[in-house]
């Protein structure tokens, strides 16, 4: 690993948005993962540095800190509701018109938590296991793997978490054909039931649970509501 370039960048990070020495080990852990498969990075668009540059790891170190850092609540669609969805409503379902408005926001309230939900399930499962050798890989820079574990052989484990068993995309699925990506979802999409018993680690999965969820979920939340004033 280009260690000197990539201890640049974490620092420059760190300064910029207050990172811990524990944020920086775990940069670093991607860092080695990403040198070890090149392929597995996702470029954005527009002129990407050269591997062999500071800028390079300043850029990624830029995105991993900041997701880490960052804390936004749930943003209702920008998108201008159809009409025609809320007549549909009232003329088969049998709404009164009066409620509609109201319905109309309630869905996009709706829309807005259902969105946030699997970064939610990131976070949280990043934030337990990050003290057992795993590693949130934050910032999307990352083909189709949220989470990483170097294991004592100098293997790697290699984790997609879903929130539910049918929100895989077809490019997601294809990116793991033939891989070691593993796949976990939290819940069913057909049941009321969670997947938490079966997380693909055995030694950590006692660690991990809906509860503990709902109340990382609520921490976050009290604090990005202050943060947005409780702007909805």
Same mark, same amino acid.
């Given at each position: 690993?280009?260690?000197?370039?990539?201890?640049?960048?974490?620092?420059?990070?760190?300064?910029?948005?207050?990172?811990?020495?524990?944020?920086?080990?775990?940069?670093? !852990?991607?860092?080695?993962?990403?040198?070890?498969?090149?392929?597995?990075? %996702?470029?954005? @668009?527009?002129?990407?540095?050269?591997?062999?540059?500071?800028?390079?790891?300043?850029?990624?170190?830029?995105?991993?800190?900041?997701?880490?850092?960052?804390? *936004?609540?749930?943003?209702?669609?920008?998108?201008?509701? *159809?009409?025609?969805?809320?007549?549909?409503?009232?003329?088969?379902?049998?709404?009164?018109?009066?409620? !509609?408005? +109201?319905?109309?926001?309630?869905?996009?309230?709706?829309?807005?938590?259902?969105?946030?939900?699997?970064?939610?399930?990131? +976070?949280?499962?990043?934030?337990?296991?990050?003290?057992?050798? =795993?590693? =949130?890989?934050?910032?999307?820079?990352?083909?189709?793997?949220?989470?990483?574990?170097?294991?004592?052989?100098?293997? =790697?484990?290699? !984790?997609?978490?879903?929130?539910?068993?049918?929100?895989?995309?077809?490019?997601? %699925?294809?990116? @793991?054909?033939?891989?070691?990506?593993?796949? =976990?979802? @939290?819940?069913? %999409?057909?049941?009321?039931?969670?997947?938490?018993?079966?997380?693909?680690?055995?030694?950590?999965?006692? !660690?991990?649970?809906?509860?503990?969820?709902?109340?990382?979920?609520?921490?976050?939340?009290?604090?990005?509501?202050?943060?947005?004033?409780?702007?909805?």
């Amino acid at each position: 690993m280009k260690i000197e370039l990539a201890q640049q960048a974490a620092d420059l990070a760190a300064q910029k948005f207050g990172s811990t020495e524990k944020d920086k080990k775990a940069f670093f !852990l991607v860092v080695e993962f990403l040198e070890q498969f090149p392929e597995r990075l %996702s470029h954005a @668009r527009g002129k990407v540095p050269s591997p062999d540059s500071v800028d390079f790891y300043i850029k990624l170190a830029d995105k991993f800190f900041k997701a880490r850092q960052k804390v *936004d609540g749930p943003k209702p669609p920008e998108t201008v509701p *159809d009409d025609m969805v809320s007549y549909i409503l009232e003329v088969y379902f049998d709404f009164k018109q009066q409620d !509609l408005d +109201r319905i109309k926001r309630e869905h996009l309230l709706s829309m807005a938590a259902e969105n946030i939900v699997g970064a939610l399930l990131e +976070r949280y499962i990043g934030s337990v296991l990050e003290d057992h050798g =795993w590693v =949130w890989c934050s910032g999307n820079f990352i083909k189709a793997i949220d989470m990483i574990k170097k294991k004592s052989d100098g293997s =790697w484990v290699l !984790l997609q978490v879903k929130n539910r068993d049918n929100t895989e995309n077809s490019s997601s %699925s294809a990116i @793991r054909q033939g891989s070691t990506i593993t796949k =976990w979802f @939290r819940s069913f %999409s057909r049941k009321n039931a969670t997947n938490w018993d079966i997380f693909p680690d055995e030694e950590t999965r006692s !660690l991990l649970s809906e509860e503990g969820f709902k109340d990382f979920v609520k921490d976050y939340l009290t604090k990005a509501k202050i943060l947005d004033g409780n702007k909805i």
